[in-house]
């Protein structure tokens, strides 16, 4: 059984910056790809970032590129996410997302590709 424990929200102004951490307990952590989704009020949780086992292979939403930046720790049992220039509208609870897969380099973007989840972390990003 895998748990994820997510940290590091808070509320910051636009332009700020944060960096959330998930840590995992329970299996073995380099054999997980790991993801970040969010939800905002009234909306469906969507996707944020994802990594593979190793950390070359990442992809983003195109809300977030160039801005985020996913990465993990494997001796740490952690992942992170790098959020730059934050903007009001990533105001949401931040959820990490873990995936078993045989596969070193893939990555996936969706929630149903995703067994064990965090309890979420708290961002809001006022103007």
């Known amino acids: 059984q895998v748990q994820l424990v997510e940290s590091g929200g808070g509320l910051v102004q636009a332009g700020d910056s944060l960096r959330l951490s998930c840590a995992a307990s329970g299996g073995t952590f380099s054999n997980y790809a790991m993801a970040w989704f969010r939800q905002a009020p009234g909306n469906e949780r969507e996707f944020v970032a994802a990594i593979g086992r190793s950390g070359r292979g990442t992809f983003y939403a195109d809300s977030v590129k160039g801005r985020f930046a996913i990465s993990r720790d494997n001796a740490k049992k952690t992942v992170y996410l790098q959020m730059n220039s934050l903007k009001p509208e990533d105001t949401a609870v931040y959820y990490c997302?873990?995936?078993?897969?045989?596969?070193?380099?893939?990555?996936?973007?969706?929630?149903?590709?995703?067994?064990?989840w965090g309890q979420g972390t708290q961002v809001t990003v006022s103007s």
């Open positions: 997302a873990v995936r078993p897969t045989e596969n070193v380099n893939d990555y996936y973007a969706r929630q149903a590709d995703y067994g064990y």
